[in-house]
């Protein structure tokens, strides 16, 4: 049976629908179109016997996606019964539905064959040329259906962003947010009602915005330039010791020290959608920085002491990585089984059970994935030499080890003095087609 084709068609940023010939021709041809009740409003002229459907906001799709099953279930029943060409479907969107867009989400869930895009100008792009802003130089945040944290990976001095909004993340809390992170001398601007007759740009600083009890229109766009000192949010890799929440005095506690997360950091080089175990993950530090510096890497941060999950999570919050940070409360390897399979792990604390979860790690890891694990007594390092010789991952190809011996400046008697911290030795191992998975076993 040939499914009706769906046809997604970008309106612009106007009163009025601003269609290619393509675009209006699906319009005219359709059987159903579906949209809000605003730009279903937007096509009605245009509209002669197409049966019509409210759609609900993004966020709320996935409760309504029966009513669209529906609508196709009318749709080829009109079709037999009139022994007629399908139909196509149309679904309106605001300006590119691909980008920030309803697209997406209709890829997620339809063939890709049975879908037809039409873009035209978005929200986004009005707003940098109603400011004239190039839009390579800012860059695009949807908090729309997605927690207001995640503005914290985004901040950063000298920065323009263009923020997408919902009730949660009005003008005024941003500002707020701006000023928390430091960069209090920020200007925003807000960019209302785009395109219509009502359009409105008005420009606030950080402390005149996080103030004020304003509404705004729902349809706005938030521009940030970001001012200011800057303050625990990181600029590049490598986050202060003393910026993580740790329960005990600024830079102390449990979490991997600068020197050596920069060294796991690299080692096991996060890349879009990996699925990264961190093991012991203890107050997050290796996680955090996983998260914060790859948006599109998942990573599960694994611990079971009550106190560090706490710590744990309320840098998760801190750093705002909460959409790619998940946090698995337990013993490692039990809870391991509720995961999705990783790409790559990290083995930071095992609580004696080093053995076990360097093979049961391997076994789950892909070929081409990475398994890095740190170890700073001899008895750790003697069981990660004994699993490298074990699996004959001796060869340059698949391992890399290094010891990490880091003296600190201080001072005593008013003399600067170095004290060394206890070394660190890492290993890295690369999981091929010719390694072995099991001990004394070739791979299946």
């Given at each position: 049976?040939?499914l009706?084709p769906?046809?997604?068609?970008?309106?612009?940023?106007s009163e009025?629908p601003?269609?290619?010939s393509?675009?209006?021709?699906?319009?005219?041809?359709?059987g159903w179109?579906?949209g809000?009740?605003?730009q279903?409003?937007i096509?009605?002229?245009?509209?002669?016997?197409?049966?019509?459907?409210?759609?609900?906001?993004?966020?709320?799709?996935?409760?309504?996606?029966?009513e669209?099953?529906q609508?196709e279930?009318l749709?080829?029943?009109e079709?037999?019964?009139?022994d007629k060409t399908a139909r196509?479907?149309?679904?309106?969107?605001?300006?590119?539905?691909l980008?920030?867009?309803?697209?997406?989400?209709?890829k997620?869930?339809?063939p890709?064959?049975?879908?037809?895009f039409y873009?035209?100008v978005?929200s986004?792009?009005?707003?940098?040329?109603a400011?004239g802003l190039a839009?390579?130089?800012?860059?695009?945040?949807?908090?729309?259906g997605?927690?207001?944290?995640g503005i914290?990976?985004?901040?950063?001095?000298?920065?323009?962003?263009?923020?997408?909004t919902?009730k949660?993340?009005?003008p005024?809390?941003?500002?707020q947010e701006?000023i928390a992170?430091g960069?209090?001398?920020?200007?925003?601007?807000v960019?209302e009602s785009?395109?219509?007759s009502?359009q409105?740009i008005?420009?606030f600083?950080?402390?005149?915005?996080?103030?004020?009890d304003?509404?705004f229109?729902?349809?706005h766009?938030?521009?940030?330039?970001?001012?200011?000192?800057?303050?625990?949010?990181?600029?590049?890799?490598?986050?202060q010791?003393?910026?993580?929440?740790?329960?005990?005095?600024p830079?102390?506690?449990m979490?991997?020290k600068?020197?050596?997360?920069?060294?796991?950091?690299?080692l096991?080089?996060?890349?879009?959608?990996?699925?990264?175990w961190?093991?012991?993950?203890?107050?997050?530090s290796?996680a955090?920085?996983?998260?914060?510096?790859?948006e599109?890497?998942?990573?599960?941060?694994?611990?079971?002491?009550?106190?560090?999950l706490?710590?744990l999570?309320a840098?998760?919050?801190?750093f705002g990585v909460v959409?790619?940070?998940?946090?698995?409360?337990?013993?490692a390897?039990?809870?391991?089984?509720?995961l999705?399979?990783?790409?790559k792990?990290?083995i930071?604390g095992?609580d004696?059970r080093l053995?076990e979860l360097l093979?049961?790690c391997?076994?789950?890891?892909p070929?081409?994935?990475?398994?890095?694990a740190?170890?700073?007594?001899?008895?750790?390092?003697?069981?990660?030499?004994e699993f490298m010789?074990?699996?004959?991952?001796?060869?340059?190809?698949?391992m890399e080890t290094?010891?990490?011996?880091?003296s600190?400046?201080?001072?005593?008697?008013g003399?600067l003095l170095y004290r060394p911290?206890?070394?660190v030795?890492l290993f890295r191992?690369?999981?091929?087609a010719?390694?072995?998975?099991?001990l004394?076993n070739?791979?299946?």
């Open positions: 049976m040939v009706n769906i046809h997604i068609i970008g309106l612009g940023v009025q601003e269609l290619s393509a675009a209006l021709s699906a319009l005219n041809r359709a179109v579906i809000s009740s605003r279903l409003k096509v009605e002229s245009l509209l002669q016997d197409q049966q019509t459907l409210i759609l609900p906001p993004l966020v709320e799709l996935p409760r309504h996606l029966d669209l099953e609508v279930a749709a080829q029943a079709k037999m019964a009139q196509p479907i149309v679904v309106l969107a605001s300006g590119d539905p980008y920030y867009g309803i697209g997406k989400w209709f997620r869930h339809f890709s064959e049975r879908l037809r873009p035209a978005s986004i792009q009005a707003a940098c040329h400011l839009l390579q130089d800012v860059e695009v945040l949807s908090l729309h997605r927690p207001l944290q914290r990976t985004a901040l950063k001095a000298n920065k323009t962003l263009v923020v997408l919902d949660h993340s009005q005024s809390i941003l500002a701006c992170a960069f209090d001398e920020s200007h925003l601007s960019c785009l395109g219509y009502e409105r008005r420009h600083t950080a402390r005149e915005l996080a103030v004020m304003e509404a229109d729902p349809l766009v938030t521009v940030i330039n970001c001012q200011g000192r800057g303050g625990f949010l990181p600029e590049f890799p490598g986050i010791d003393d910026r993580f929440i740790t329960g005990e005095e830079g102390k506690g979490i991997t600068r020197e050596v997360r920069l060294n796991i950091l690299s096991l080089q996060p890349g879009n959608d990996d699925v990264i961190d093991i012991g993950a203890g107050c997050g290796v955090i920085e996983l998260a914060y510096w790859n599109r890497c998942r990573v599960f941060a694994i611990e079971h002491h009550p106190e560090r706490q710590h999570e840098n998760r919050q801190r959409s790619n940070l998940k946090i698995q409360a337990g013993h390897p039990e809870v391991l089984t509720d999705p399979s990783p790409s792990v990290f930071g095992s004696g053995s093979a049961l391997w076994d789950q890891l070929v081409g994935g990475i398994l890095a740190s170890a700073v007594t001899e008895n750790t390092r003697y069981q990660l030499i010789e074990q699996r004959n991952l001796i060869h340059d190809a698949h290094l010891q990490i011996a880091v600190r400046g201080g001072s005593l008697a003399q911290a206890l070394p030795t191992f690369v999981k091929s010719d390694t072995k998975n099991r004394g070739d791979p299946e």
